[in-house]
Nanobody, 124 residues
Framework: QVHLVESGGGLVQAGNSLRLSCAAS????????MAWFRQAPGTERRPIAV????????LYAGVDKDRFTISRDNAKSTLYLQIKNLNREDTARYYC?????????????????WGQGTQITVSS
C-alpha cells in the first residue's frame, strides 16, 4: 500500500505562486506514474499533469505549461506542482495520485493511490 499526503495549499492572492508537495510513504517502490488532479466545487476531478518515474516524461492536460510545472524527487519520495500567477479559476482542491504503471494517463480510474488533497483558494 502507498500513502500520499499533500501540503502547500492555502489562501493566496491572485498573481502569486505556490508549490504543492506530495509525500509518499509505504511501498513507494511500486509507484511509477504520478499525477496531480484538481476538483472545484460542483465539478468533476480533472487532471493537471502526469510524470513518469524517471521524470523524463511529463504531460499536461490542457493547462498553461508556462504556469504549471510538475516534478518529482524519488530520493525524497515527493511529488511537486509549481503554480505561477494564480488566478481565481485555480481555486480547487488539489490531489496527488500514483499508479503502478507507465501510462501517462489522465483518467481518474487509471490511478490507484490518492491523497486527501490540499485546498487552494485564490482571492482577487
Amino acid at each position: 500500500q502507498v500513502h500520499l499526503v499533500e501540503s502547500g495549499g492555502g489562501l493566496v492572492q491572485a498573481g502569486n505562486s505556490l508549490r504543492l508537495s506530495c509525500a509518499a510513504s509505504g511501498r513507494t517502490s511500486s509507484l511509477h506514474d504520478m499525477a496531480w488532479f484538481r476538483q472545484a466545487p460542483g465539478t468533476e476531478r480533472r487532471p493537471i499533469a502526469v510524470i513518469s518515474y524517471s521524470g523524463s516524461d511529463t504531460l499536461y492536460a490542457g493547462v498553461d505549461k508556462d504556469r504549471f510545472t510538475i516534478s518529482r524527487d524519488n530520493a525524497k519520495s515527493t511529488l511537486y506542482l509549481q503554480i505561477k500567477n494564480l488566478n481565481r479559476e485555480d481555486t480547487a482542491r488539489y490531489y496527488c495520485t500514483g499508479s503502478e504503471y507507465y501510462r501517462l494517463g489522465f483518467q481518474v480510474k487509471e490511478y490507484r493511490f490518492w491523497g486527501q488533497g490540499t485546498q487552494i483558494t485564490v482571492s482577487s
